[in-house]
């Protein structure tokens, strides 16, 4: 997509409705931050990087952050014991895997979605197909709907109309599940030609020829994609290994916010809930599909606060890690 036509939309839309900007951090004098979790061979037992600043001096608190001379070390934290430990401790109990499971494996099948004026329907081409079948007798082209409250918003390809506030605010945000065959888009729902922004309703399609009719439903209120790029088509699917576990979709969030993508739960046809454990500003995640976990790393004062939310249930715990144990940890 042309970046000076997209950069005109968001603009636009930055302009007709209040978002939530992003103002960094100030310089983090004299603090011990997370710098990245890595999941090990151990489920439940993460090695977290940890960053510390020195102190600021009173006469020049407001150096910028890249004249700091960061020093760095790793620990070892056992979720469910909460016990910490240190470089000086080795061997640890778990091996790392190198990564926080965020960046492998995940599926992002591409397609196009188009749309014709004054239409109810959604139309899709190059329609994915769902691992292990066969291509041969799959249509390429799929028409969907009509769906109540849809109004189509201008076509991606129409650089003239992606200036609008109605495509920024109100373009389809779409996904495609291989292991459901199903594809799935949110969009706000109409209700008159004076309400444009409001509720959201979630349709998910089945793939197949005689595959079950659409399923249709209102977004659950604690639900809000205000945020969403309906541009970007940088959308990952996760599976995760535990069985009973819902999937997990990484939804990509317009530019210049404190975060760059949003995470939701879905499985049978409904998006089910945010992720809030990923979805945090200036935080560190992972997660572990061995078991369908979620975990994040913050800064809370002195302290750095743990947190764990099982996919499944969205239950979350946390505890924090106190100021003595993260300073003994460069000792």
């Excluded at 209700?191 to 005689?210: K, L």
């Excluded at 739960?265 to 945010?274: C, L, Y």
């Amino acid at each position: 997509m042309n970046t000076n036509v997209r950069s005109a939309a968001f603009l636009v839309f930055l302009g007709t409705t209040t978002v939530r900007g992003c103002s960094p951090p100030p310089p983090p004098c004299g603090v011990v931050q997370p710098g990245g979790i890595q999941l090990t061979n151990v489920t439940g037992i993460l090695h977290i990087k940890l960053l510390k600043y020195p102190d600021c001096e009173s006469s020049n608190s407001e150096r910028r952050r890249d004249n700091f001379e960061v020093e760095e070390t790793t620990i070892e934290v056992n979720v469910e014991s909460e016990r910490v430990r240190y470089a000086a401790d080795l061997p640890w109990d778990a091996k790392s895997l190198g990564n926080n499971g965020l960046n492998i494996p995940y599926e992002s099948p591409e397609y196009k979605l188009k749309f014709q004026k004054n239409s109810r329907k959604i139309i899709v081409k190059k329609f994915p197909t769902p691992k292990g079948l066969k291509t041969t007798g799959r249509k390429k082209t799929h028409i969907f709907g009509p769906f109540s409250g849809f109004v189509a918003p201008p076509n991606p390809n129409d650089p003239q109309a992606l200036t609008s506030v109605k495509y920024v605010a109100e373009g389809v945000i779409s996904f495609f599940s291989r292991a459901e065959d199903r594809i799935y888009f949110v969009y706000p729902v109409h209700n008159s030609s004076e309400d444009w922004r409001g509720r959201y309703n979630i349709v998910s399609c089945s793939g197949t020829e005689n595959g079950d009719p659409c399923m249709v439903s209102e977004a659950p209120q604690k639900l809000w994609f205000d945020e969403i790029d309906s541009f970007s088509k940088a959308v990952k699917i996760y599976h995760m290994e535990q069985p009973a576990t819902p999937y997990l979709v990484s939804l990509p969030v317009m530019c210049c916010l404190c975060v760059k993508v949003s995470y939701y739960t879905f499985e049978g046809g409904k998006i089910q809930k945010s992720v809030d454990t990923l979805n945090g500003a200036f935080t560190d995640t992972a997660l572990d599909a061995r078991t369908g976990v979620a975990y994040a790393a913050m800064d809370s004062g002195a302290r750095m606060k743990i947190k764990h939310e099982l996919l499944s249930s969205g239950e979350a715990t946390e505890f924090y890690i106190d100021e003595e144990t993260l300073a003994n940890s460069f000792l």
